[in-house]
Structure formats: C-alpha cells, structure tokens
C-alpha cells in the first residue's frame, strides 16, 4: 500500500457574488430536478471565506455545496482514505476483479513508472512543481472515452495518452491554469433527441474557450486536438471493490486539487480576474454515434489484456 501524501487544504478563492445566479431551463415542470448551479472565483480580498454554492433543487441529501475537506492524491495505487463520489457513479456497476486485471495500467508498478515517464514533459520554469497525478477517462468531444494520465503542477494540467504496454507517450497536451476559464461538475447528459442510452454518471469539464464555440471542421473531426475543453470521468478501476477507497482513480480528488491549483495560479498570474465555478449537467453532444458506442463498449481506449491480444 502506497503512502499517503496529504496536502495543505487551500481555499478556493474570493470574489463569490452576493447574488447567485441559478440556471433552471425547465419548461413547464414543477418537479424537483437539479438543474445547476453557477459560482465566480478569483483573486481580491487576502482571508477569503471557503465558498458555498446553492443548488436549485435536487442537491445532495444531506444539503451540503462543495467539500473542501477531501485528502490530496497520492502517486500510488491505493489510499486508506475515503473518496466518496460527488460525481454520481453508475449505479449497481461493478467491475469484476479479472476485469480489472487485464488493464495494463493495473499492473504493479505500472502507473508510478508512467508517471515517472510522464516527469520528463515538465518544465520548472514554465510548470513548477508537481502536485498530483491521476489515471482517469476522458471523453472527447466525439464522446470516445479513453484513459488518460493527468499531471497537475503549479501552473499546468497535462493530459497524456500513455501506452501502458510499451511504456512510451503517445501524445500530450499542457493546458495553463490561468487559461481556464470555466470548470464544471456534474452528470454527463445527452440532448433530447439524442437515442444513446444514459450515462448515468457524472464528470468534470475543463474549459479555456472565453465563451467562443470551435469551428464545424473542428467538431465534426474525430481527431482534431484543439478543442477548447475537455472531460473526465471516473476510471473504470474505480468500480472494482477493492478500488473504491483509490483516488488515483476518482475524477473528483483531481476535481477538487484543481480547484486549488487554478486558484493559486490566478492569484499569481491574473489577480482580480474570476473563473466559472458552474455544478449542473454536462451536454455531450452525441445524437447518434453508433460508432463511439461500440468504441466504448469494447474499451478501445483502454490498454488491455483482451484474452492473450494486448492492444
């Protein structure tokens, strides 16, 4: 079992507005159903309070906002601290345990020696230290789910797709802290005339767009990497029993060290200035995709024993 590293809770940072805007696009129904909350962080006052969000029906059953009080991550596999999910998980979904065994990034060993790989992507004068790292799912705006490693330092996130069988970074993408501009939380949704089946799960968004929308070419092109945002969720290790306590893999341990470091990073570089905090549904724009639904049913984006074929 992997030591613990607890890290300082820093709040979140100042500039919380007074009136707080709740955004409720129901029509017509009276029914309590979340629909979102919206919360401004930035840099002003030295003692800012730890903010709170109200939410417009639906909220958790105990009425609590944000919990700031979760532990840090940890480079190694497990951690004897609780992750309870803020993120919904699906429910009743269990990860079997040979299921879990055929990742490759499962074995041991295998993600402290990625993240060491991973070390090498890092530039002191431009990212600063590294504070955590996490094995999670992204879900591209082609809604393909792949695993992913997220390294958060002082200054960056990076986004790396790592081979976990050979051991070589395929490609990686260094987004700034002081860029983003919105960050979201909620259950990942699809429109209304979409015909996929519920995600019934949440996610984080990450978003540096200020508000502009990519081109038709840009959405409409599987690999393009300049999409302004991206999503994550839960790994899938994390639905294994024996994983549940493990925040390598758990979306909202990153989602709340991020928070952190996004305050940090605009005190430094862009004091005064806010991000969106937003907790509220997550469109995924899929209406038909035949082609991510068996993508992701049959974890392409998963490095995998598939019963002696490792790909």
Not at 62 to 71: E, H, K, N, Q, V
Not at 112 to 134: F, P, R, T, Y
Not at 243 to 251: D, G, P
């Amino acid at each position: 079992m992997a030591e613990t590293k607890e890290k300082t809770t820093i709040p979140v940072e100042e500039n919380i507005a007074t009136d707080m805007k709740i955004d409720d696009d129901r029509t017509g129904d009276d029914s309590a159903e979340f629909t979102g909350a919206t919360l401004e962080i930035g840099s002003g006052s030295p003692n800012p309070p730890v903010p709170s969000v109200a939410i417009a029906g639906g909220a958790a059953a105990d009425g609590s906002a944000f919990d700031r009080g979760r532990p840090g991550s940890v480079y190694g596999r497990q951690s004897i601290k609780s992750t309870t999910s803020r993120t919904s998980m699906r429910p009743g979904y269990v990860e079997p345990v040979e299921i879990t065994k055929g990742y490759f990034s499962y074995k041991d060993g295998s993600f402290d020696n990625a993240v060491e790989n991973c070390k090498s992507l890092l530039k002191n004068e431009l990212d600063g230290s590294l504070q955590g790292a996490w094995l999670l799912t992204e879900i591209d705006h082609w809604d393909n789910e792949r695993e992913k490693i997220l390294l958060l330092t002082d200054s960056s996130l990076f986004i790396v797709n790592y081979n976990f069988i050979n051991s070589k970074i395929l490609d990686s993408k260094r987004v700034m802290l002081h860029l983003i501009d919105t960050i979201q939380v909620g259950d990942l949704t699809y429109p209304k005339e979409s015909v996929m089946p519920d995600r019934q799960h949440g996610g984080v968004r990450i978003l540096w767009n200020k508000g502009e929308q990519p081109s038709f070419g840009q959405m409409w092109n599987p690999w393009c990497s300049s999409i302004p945002w991206t999503t994550f969720s839960h790994h899938p290790v994390l639905y294994n029993p024996k994983e549940n306590e493990t925040i390598t893999y758990n979306v909202d341990d990153f989602y709340e060290s991020l928070l952190q470091a996004v305050s940090k990073a605009f005190q430094k570089k862009k004091p005064g200035e806010k991000v969106r905090l937003i907790e509220g549904p997550i469109l995924i724009e899929n209406y038909l995709g035949v082609s991510s639904l068996v993508f992701n049913q049959s974890h392409l984006g998963f490095f995998r024993d598939r019963n002696g074929v490792s790909f």
